[in-house]
């Protein structure tokens, strides 16, 4: 492959390389504001509070579908039929199988107590070693079309290692999978052990589906900057996974189900939250860099959320987390009036997923198996593009003497 892009030479693209200190260029912290491509995947609009998803409203599509139909109109542009429906679930369920190589890696980092997101960072790498996995897509599994062998196989396999080495960290054994289930309802099987109701079942698919894509994040940024040097699927979604960690992109949720459960009563919520913002600490699951008005991601979970709490005994605790809600958005405003600080998607994902019984190391991971699916989507469009991303730095030290 060429690259048009070079590292050093002043070209016509970009005729500021080179230039004296003197002529600055504007600078863009954070890459706010900068379109790098164009997309079909999904639109988000910060001022209106829209997230289109390959054509759909997120608020249309989520709460509707399967995980696999999402897929597949994230992956194809379009919903698919019965048949390619059926060919999809078989297709991830032939590749439901984890090398024994990461099952072993899975044992020692359980013994270790390996953080989950650091464990899934490793556990995919080490598809690596698969001999199934091939470049040349000459594995002994040959691709589906139209989907990619290596995309398939990570998506089957990621929420294995997830769930196996969750059930290792509780002394219990990993599972194997049952040959019925869909997507969702199999992830919370291989973690719980048993079939999951369809409200839970629902609830995870909305909750998939929701956060599947969302323009050009940290996290998909990486993959597409990894997978624009030419490497492999496989790297760039392990590098994706590490941009996703941090707690001011996917790592977000845990806290703010923790701030949920440290106010314990709605009568404490203002002070608590005051004192947090004293003490110079962010709400989280608040405040977004793109969204101006709430993330309308938080309503679709917040639609899950309720039903998934509707009949259950923690009822109070989507009341709770309700009213914790409007006293942060009421001290957002008070605290920084020009910034528009609302709630963004980890507020409610938090709520969904222990509703669903994760604890909350796991939500992160959680949110990296559904988000891998818009990386390799994305890794697509990037190949095609074939164009090297590489901005640029403005020196600042010292001049040599
Ligand atoms: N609580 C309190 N203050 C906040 C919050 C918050 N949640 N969010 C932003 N602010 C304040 C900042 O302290 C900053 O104040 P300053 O100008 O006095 O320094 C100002 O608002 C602007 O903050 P930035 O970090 O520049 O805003 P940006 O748009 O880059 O940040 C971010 C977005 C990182 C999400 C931020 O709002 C935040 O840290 N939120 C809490 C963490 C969180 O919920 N993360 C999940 C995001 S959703 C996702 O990635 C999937």
Same mark, same amino acid.
């Given at each position: 492959m060429t690259h048009t892009a070079t590292d050093t030479a002043p070209s016509p693209s970009n005729?500021?390389?080179?230039?004296? =200190? =003197?002529?600055k260029p504007p600078l863009h912290p954070g890459l706010a504001d900068i379109v790098l491509s164009e997309t079909r995947l999904s639109r988000v609009d910060g001022q209106r509070g829209e997230l289109v998803l390959a054509g759909y409203a997120v608020e249309d599509i989520a709460p509707r579908v399967s995980f696999e139909a999402m897929i597949h109109l994230l992956w194809t542009g379009s919903l698919p039929d019965d048949a390619e429906l059926a060919a999809l679930r078989r297709a991830l369920a032939e590749r439901r199988i984890l090398p024994g190589a990461t099952v072993a890696l899975l044992r020692k980092a359980a013994e270790r107590r390996v953080h989950p997101m650091d464990t899934l960072n490793m556990a995919t790498a080490s598809l690596h070693l698969s001999t199934a996995l091939s470049t040349s897509g000459e594995g002994p599994m040959q691709s589906v079309a139209p989907y990619d062998d290596t995309a398939l196989r990570l998506l089957a396999s990621m929420p294995l290692m997830v769930a196996a080495y969750e059930r290792l960290c509780q002394g219990l054994e990993p599972l194997a999978p049952h040959p019925e289930l869909g997507h969702a309802a199999q992830l919370l099987y291989l973690l719980h052990g048993e079939e999951p109701s369809d409200i839970q079942a629902r609830a995870l698919d909305t909750y998939l589906n929701t956060v599947i894509d969302h323009g050009a994040n940290a996290s998909t940024f990486t993959a597409r900057v990894i997978i624009s040097t030419d490497s492999d699927l496989v790297s760039a979604v392990v590098g994706a996974l590490g941009a996703l960690k941090g707690p001011l992109h996917g790592g977000a949720p845990g806290p703010a189900l923790d701030m949920v459960f440290e106010i314990g009563e709605a009568s404490r919520a203002e002070a608590y939250l005051r004192a947090k913002l004293a003490r110079g600490e962010r709400l989280m699951g608040f405040g977004h860099r793109v969204y101006r008005v709430r993330d309308p991601r938080a309503a679709v979970l917040e639609g899950a959320a309720r039903d998934l709490y509707r009949e259950g005994p923690q009822r109070e605790l989507y009341e709770l987390a309700r009213q914790v809600e409007a006293a942060a958005l009421r001290l957002l405003a008070e605290h920084?009036?020009?910034?528009?600080?609302r709630t963004n998607v980890e507020f409610y994902t938090a709520l969904v997923l222990h509703g669903l019984g994760l604890r909350s190391d796991l939500f992160t991971p959680l949110f990296a198996l559904s988000r891998t699916a818009g990386w390799i989507g994305h890794a697509e469009e990037q190949r095609r593009e074939r164009r090297l991303i590489r901005p640029r730095l403005w020196y600042v030290g010292p001049e040599p003497v």
């Amino acid at each position: 492959m060429t690259h048009t892009a070079t590292d050093t030479a002043p070209s016509p693209s970009n005729p500021a390389v080179g230039m004296p =200190s =003197s002529n600055k260029p504007p600078l863009h912290p954070g890459l706010a504001d900068i379109v790098l491509s164009e997309t079909r995947l999904s639109r988000v609009d910060g001022q209106r509070g829209e997230l289109v998803l390959a054509g759909y409203a997120v608020e249309d599509i989520a709460p509707r579908v399967s995980f696999e139909a999402m897929i597949h109109l994230l992956w194809t542009g379009s919903l698919p039929d019965d048949a390619e429906l059926a060919a999809l679930r078989r297709a991830l369920a032939e590749r439901r199988i984890l090398p024994g190589a990461t099952v072993a890696l899975l044992r020692k980092a359980a013994e270790r107590r390996v953080h989950p997101m650091d464990t899934l960072n490793m556990a995919t790498a080490s598809l690596h070693l698969s001999t199934a996995l091939s470049t040349s897509g000459e594995g002994p599994m040959q691709s589906v079309a139209p989907y990619d062998d290596t995309a398939l196989r990570l998506l089957a396999s990621m929420p294995l290692m997830v769930a196996a080495y969750e059930r290792l960290c509780q002394g219990l054994e990993p599972l194997a999978p049952h040959p019925e289930l869909g997507h969702a309802a199999q992830l919370l099987y291989l973690l719980h052990g048993e079939e999951p109701s369809d409200i839970q079942a629902r609830a995870l698919d909305t909750y998939l589906n929701t956060v599947i894509d969302h323009g050009a994040n940290a996290s998909t940024f990486t993959a597409r900057v990894i997978i624009s040097t030419d490497s492999d699927l496989v790297s760039a979604v392990v590098g994706a996974l590490g941009a996703l960690k941090g707690p001011l992109h996917g790592g977000a949720p845990g806290p703010a189900l923790d701030m949920v459960f440290e106010i314990g009563e709605a009568s404490r919520a203002e002070a608590y939250l005051r004192a947090k913002l004293a003490r110079g600490e962010r709400l989280m699951g608040f405040g977004h860099r793109v969204y101006r008005v709430r993330d309308p991601r938080a309503a679709v979970l917040e639609g899950a959320a309720r039903d998934l709490y509707r009949e259950g005994p923690q009822r109070e605790l989507y009341e709770l987390a309700r009213q914790v809600e409007a006293a942060a958005l009421r001290l957002l405003a008070e605290h920084k009036p020009e910034r528009q600080l609302r709630t963004n998607v980890e507020f409610y994902t938090a709520l969904v997923l222990h509703g669903l019984g994760l604890r909350s190391d796991l939500f992160t991971p959680l949110f990296a198996l559904s988000r891998t699916a818009g990386w390799i989507g994305h890794a697509e469009e990037q190949r095609r593009e074939r164009r090297l991303i590489r901005p640029r730095l403005w020196y600042v030290g010292p001049e040599p003497v």
